[in-house]
T-cell receptor, first 113, second 114 residues
């Protein structure tokens, strides 16, 4: 099993450009999450999904959109990238909620110049 | 969910036990204590969790005080590869519902020295 796979691993964007980060899990998990992590900080929840076709806002949702059209995929979109969105993005999945072991991807390092 | 307090950093000698403390004085009866770690630049990794009894797995042991206001993660024989940031998290254990908001905080940077 691959677990949780994030693509791409690295990306440099110019201010105002758009892009989509893909998170794929092969464990048939219901819940999926997108976090961002800035230097010296803990992880902050951007958006999450409790099942196919559902999405909800986390702590820092502004400037991001998400979609969960298929159970195994959770997409994070930046419509107009800003330098403040320079960060490392992590995706995670759990069977149902956080009361079970969570599996994380290896991260996407995004730089907006 | 209850707030946790951890020391920002700790050192440990290779081969010795690493004892990482966590205070969660506002923990409620239905909240579990979870530990994750994040090795440099990688995604966080689940270690262990418990409610009130001590727990042990192949990675670590979790000791929770009787009043549940604090806990200690024990890595019995620390190696250089255990150098990481360790996060203590308190979370309600409910199937489904709104237990989505996992807050990591800044954790404890454990440095294992040769």
């Amino acid at each position: 099993n691959a677990g949780v796979t994030q693509t791409p691993k690295f990306r440099v964007l110019k201010t105002g450009q758009s892009m989509t980060l893909l998170c794929a899990q092969d464990m048939n998990h219901e819940y999926m999450y997108w976090y961002r992590q800035d230097p010296g900080m803990g992880l902050r929840l951007i958006h999450y999904s409790v099942g196919e076709g559902t999405t909800a806002k986390g702590e820092v949702p502004d400037g991001y959109n998400v979609s969960r059209l298929k159970k195994q995929n959770f997409l994070l979109g930046l419509e107009s990238a800003a330098p403040s969105q320079t960060s490392v993005y992590f995706c995670a999945s759990t069977p149902v909620g956080w009361n079970t072991e969570a599996f994380f991807g290896q991260g996407t390092r995004l730089t907006v110049v | 969910d209850a707030k946790t307090t951890q020391p920002p950093s700790m050192d440990c000698a290779e081969g010795r036990a690493a004892n990482l403390p966590c205070n969660h004085s506002t923990i409620s009866g239905n909240e579990y204590v979870y530990w994750y770690r994040q090795i440099h630049s990688q995604g966080p990794q689940y270690i262990i969790h418990g409610l009130k009894n001590n727990e042990t797995n192949e990675m670590a042991s979790l000791i929770i005080t009787e009043d549940r206001k604090s806990s200690t993660l024990i890595l019995p024989h620390a190696t250089l590869r255990d150098t990481a940031v360790y996060y203590c998290i308190v979370l309600q254990s409910r199937s489904g519902g709104s237990n989505y908001k996992l807050t990591f905080g800044k954790g404890t940077l454990l440095t294992v020295n040769p």
